[in-house]
T-cell receptor
Framework: DTGVSQNPRHKITKRGQNVTFRCDPISEHNRLYWYRQTLGQGPEFLTYFQNEAQLEKSRLLSDRFSAERPKGSFSTLEIQRTEQGDSAMYLC????????????FGSGTRLTVV | KQEVTQIPAALSVPEGENLVLNCSFTDSAIYNLQWFRQDPGKGLTSLLLIQSSQREQTSGRLNASLDKSSGRSTLYIAASQPGDSATYLCAVFTRDDKIIFGKGTRLHILP
């Protein structure tokens, strides 16, 4: 197992375009989180899944954001009509619940909206 | 609402010194606490996980302690090295399934 994988590593897009990120969690992990991190700040919660069910969405996740986790495996995060304020690092983490093994994070996708 | 604070925000120390990073949280009803390291432009690397029933964890030159009653955790780094330069993030796992992060401590080890 190679850990949590996120693709792409970097994405530069023009304002108004749609972008989609992918996260492949550790295979036996049933819990998956998305976080957003801006420069100089800690990661902020966006949403999380238990298997294929999306259990909670942050107020940070506007209507332009949507996340899916079909079949409880990989997850995608889509941003529609990107804005410059969407520029950030998007991090994915996974874990197994119940359990107490902590969370494993991916390397993140850095989005730059120009 | 759970809030996590890390002090100091930045720290520079000469190579070889021992140092302590601090993390405080407002709600002691946490599930566990995890310390991460983040290099510039990279993701998070887990350093130490302290479960709610534990008081400390050690890995190599790193030692993390947890005092739930006072809402505090410390990360002790012994014999610091230039390769330890990074941002260190403290994260608490709340009982409503949230991971709440502090803003981190930017550590710079001077050669």
């Amino acid at each position: 197992d190679t850990g949590v994988s996120q693709n792409p590593r970097h994405k530069i897009t023009k304002r108004g375009q749609n972008v989609t990120f992918r996260c492949d969690p550790i295979s036996e992990h049933n819990r998956l989180y998305w976080y957003r991190q801006t420069l100089g700040q800690g990661p902020e919660f966006l949403t999380y899944f238990q298997n294929e069910a999306q259990l909670e969405k942050s107020r940070l996740l506007s209507d332009r954001f949507s996340a899916e986790r079909p079949k409880g495996s990989f997850s995608t995060l889509e941003i529609q009509r990107t804005e410059q304020g969407d520029s950030a690092m998007y991090l994915c983490a996974s874990s197994y619940i119940p359990g107490n093994y902590g969370y494993t994070f991916g390397s993140g996708t850095r989005l730059t909206v120009v | 609402k759970q809030e996590v604070t890390q002090i100091p925000a930045a720290l520079s120390v000469p190579e070889g010194e021992n140092l302590v990073l601090n993390c405080s949280f407002t709600d002691s009803a946490i599930y566990n606490l995890q310390w991460f390291r983040q290099d510039p432009g990279k993701g998070l690397t887990s350093l130490l996980l302290i479960q709610s029933s534990q008081r400390e964890q050690t890995s190599g030159r790193l030692n993390a302690s947890l005092d739930k009653s006072s809402g505090r955790s410390t990360l002790y780094i012994a014999a610091s090295q230039p390769g330890d330069s990074a941002t260190y993030l403290c994260a608490v796992f709340t009982r409503d399934d949230k991971i709440i992060f502090g803003k981190g401590t930017r550590l710079h080890i001077l050669p």
